[in-house]
């Protein structure tokens, strides 16, 4: 079964940088799309990005576009999300996730991280 485990998440200051990983162990990677995700307090989970198994194809929230990068080394077991020019509103629990398609839907996922913390303070 796959296992997912974030890391890389902190606090930043506004306008800052951080670079999520996202590290798979049980199955191989390349088998899976990948996308991540957040979730802040009292809100939805939502989708931020994705990845296809291969990295040729990748999709980005409008409200993170320009700002954020999804990448991926499969000989690593690892997929990467950096966050530039980070906001308050970026505040959340960054969560990745493995299935079949890469989306920005929850539902279409079926293995998930515990989740990284990331604060942006104003």
């Known amino acids: 079964q796959l296992q997912l485990v974030e890391s890389g998440g902190g606090l930043v200051q506004y306008g800052g940088s951080l670079r999520l990983s996202c590290a798979a162990s049980?199955?191989?990677?390349?088998?899976?799309?990948i996308g991540w995700f957040r979730q802040a307090p009292g809100k939805e989970r939502e989708g931020v990005s994705c990845?296809?198994?291969?990295?040729?194809?990748?999709n980005v929230a409008d409200s993170v576009k320009g700002r954020f990068t999804i990448s991926r080394d499969n000989a690593k077991r690892t997929v990467y999300l950096q966050m530039n020019s980070l906001k308050p509103e970026d505040t959340a629990t960054y969560y990745c996730a493995a299935g079949r398609y890469c989306s920005l839907q929850v539902n279409e996922y079926v293995f998930w991280g515990q989740g990284t913390q990331v604060t942006v303070s104003a």
């Open positions: 049980g199955v191989t990677l390349d088998l899976y799309r």
């Open positions: 990845i296809s198994s291969s990295g040729g194809f990748t």
